[in-house]
């Protein structure tokens, strides 16, 4: 019962984030598309997280999973 919970929880977060990226992608389109003048960088400004991006750096720099470097950014907090 237990596993087929964590099943679905992850089935769930991997159906939310394929929402979100389908959802920068249409953006992206419609702003190409009507030809806006800056659109799509201040879209990029809007949606920016540098807190992602440090831990992706940190992912990448040590060779660790995001969860561990979540966990380690919420122990240092």
Known sequence: ?????IFFQKIYKIKYKIIG????VLIRNLLKTYNIKYGILIY???????IENA???????????????LIIIALLL
Request: glycine content about 4%.
């Open 1 to 5: 019962m237990r596993s087929k919970r």
């Open 55 to 69: 831990i992706i750096l940190i992912c990448g720099k040590f060779c660790l999973n995001k969860i561990i470097v």
């Open 21 to 24: 990226l389908i959802k920068d």
């Open 44 to 50: 990029d400004l809007i949606t920016y997280s540098p």
